[in-house]
């Protein structure tokens, strides 16, 4: 078989098995080790750099940046690492993951080891089953954040991605987009400038603040939290309406459900 033809979440899961890895949330410094890897925490000048991996024979090993304050960043960082580790066509002797590529979802082999560390530290099938019957909401991302020990953007990525109800995350920086994902029953396209988030708890909104294609009488549910320290907002849309489709939209295309910009 073409290992290609393998996803590199299929190699998470089968890492699980291999491992015998049955609870969470997974100690990635215990499976790194496990597998031969050297993890060396290291601190240097720029929060920017998250870590890399080099692949010496015999002796490979994850360098994590320990500037970097957030835990559960780092432990995803690991993870990542861990993925470039296995996947097999990722062949490079240095991978050197900063900020920037480790959330891009263009930057192809950094967008393929992100999938192995989401499936590796969230199961899709494990989180699927509880996020069927539960409505999305910041207080629902912030439980799967605890309970699989990963971030608060991992876990709502990972939920969005996962649940049939249409909804949307979006992260801005100065009502500029910088990263967003939808499930696959969203399909309206996110505006990537003069984004407007609205601070209060929840707030039903009109859907053309937040969207190019909204129809005059599209309505969304809104739910942002700042995040002051990183200077952005997270913000949670959901369709008032489940049916309401985008003016523009033709049954016989779908949008890309995940991407950096529209």
Not at 44 to 56: A, E, N, P, R, S
Not at 218 to 233: D, H, I, P, R, Y
């Amino acid at each position: 078989m073409n290992p290609r033809n393998r996803r590199p979440s299929d190699l998470a899961r089968e890492l699980h098995l291999r491992l015998g890895i049955r609870s969470f949330p997974v100690d990635v410094y215990s499976m790194a080790k496990n597998l031969g890897i050297q993890v060396i925490s290291e601190p240097y000048d720029t929060v920017d750099f998250d870590g890399c991996l080099i692949k010496i024979p015999r002796r490979p090993r994850i360098i994590v940046n320990s500037a970097v304050r957030y835990e559960k960043r780092r432990t995803f960082t690991v993870a990542h690492e861990i993925g470039h580790f296995i996947i097999p066509w990722h062949t490079q002797g240095l991978f050197e993951c900063h900020g920037a590529d480790i959330t891009s979802p263009t930057v192809r082999i950094e967008a393929e080891a992100n999938e192995f560390a989401s499936e590796l530290l969230m199961p899709g099938r494990e989180i699927r089953d509880l996020v069927r019957h539960l409505p999305p909401s910041i207080e629902e991302f912030e439980k799967l954040a605890e309970r699989y020990g990963v971030s608060f953007t991992a876990a709502a990525f990972k939920f969005v991605q996962l649940t049939t109800e249409p909804c949307a995350i979006v992260i801005s920086r100065d009502s500029s987009l910088v990263q967003f994902a939808k499930s696959s029953s969203f399909l309206f396209t996110i505006r990537a400038t003069g984004l407007k988030p609205s601070m209060n708890s929840i707030e039903m909104v009109p859907g053309s603040r937040w969207f190019i294609d909204s129809r005059h009488d599209t309505m969304v549910v809104e739910e942002s939290k700042a995040f002051t320290n990183l200077g952005l907002v997270f913000s949670l849309l959901y369709l008032v309406d489940p049916d309401q489709r985008p003016y523009d939209y033709d049954e016989g295309s779908r949008r890309s459900s995940c991407s950096k910009r529209p």
